[in-house]
Every structure is written in C-alpha cells, then in structure tokens.
C-alpha cells in the first residue's frame, strides 16, 4: 500500500467508527422512548377511558400506535444483537 492509501484507509475505519458510534447511540435513544412511551400508555388510567366503541378511530390510531412502537423496540433490539 502506498502512503496516501494508507491515508485514507485510517481515515475510511475513524470515520466508520464514528458511523457506528453514532448509531448506536441514536438506536438507544429510541429504544429508550419506544419503551418509556409504551410504559406511560399502559400504566396511565386515563388512557382506558380512551378505548371506548364508539370512537373507532381514536381505537384504531391507539393499538396502531401501540403496535408500531412495539414493532420498534423489537427492531432496535434486533439492531443491538447484529451491531
């Protein structure tokens, strides 16, 4: 390898750990709120009143919510495991 390859090739694995580290911490914090929201929804009272029949809609987006988040956490922990 010559000398200005051997250049970039430091430079290419410093910025490529930086990528990692940035993901990584990017993944955490949307795990972390992932999990904090699904924890407040399912622990608040309030939000029970909101499953009703007569609302279909606000039934709908609700579990959708829910499903999407969960969909989420299990996905970032999917990202942990393969990182």
Same mark, same amino acid.
């Given at each position: 390898?010559?000398?200005?390859?051997?250049?970039?090739?430091?430079?290419?694995?410093?910025?490529?750990?930086?990528? %990692?580290?940035?993901?990584?911490?990017?993944?955490?914090?949307?795990?972390?709120?992932?999990?904090?929201?699904?924890?407040?929804?399912?622990?608040?009272?309030?939000?029970?009143?909101?499953?009703?029949? %007569?609302?279909?809609?606000?039934?709908?987006?609700?579990?959708?919510?829910?499903?999407?988040?969960?969909?989420?956490?299990?996905?970032?922990?999917?990202?942990?495991?393969?990182?």
């Amino acid at each position: 390898m010559s000398e200005l390859e051997k250049i970039y090739h430091e430079r290419y694995t410093r910025w490529q750990d930086k990528t %990692r580290e940035q993901l990584s911490f990017f993944n955490n914090l949307l795990l972390t709120l992932s999990v904090g929201f699904l924890s407040f929804v399912f622990a608040k009272s309030q939000y029970n009143i909101m499953i009703d029949l %007569r609302s279909e809609n606000l039934n709908f987006f609700f579990f959708t919510s829910i499903i999407l988040m969960s969909f989420s956490i299990f996905s970032g922990l999917l990202v942990v495991i393969n990182r």
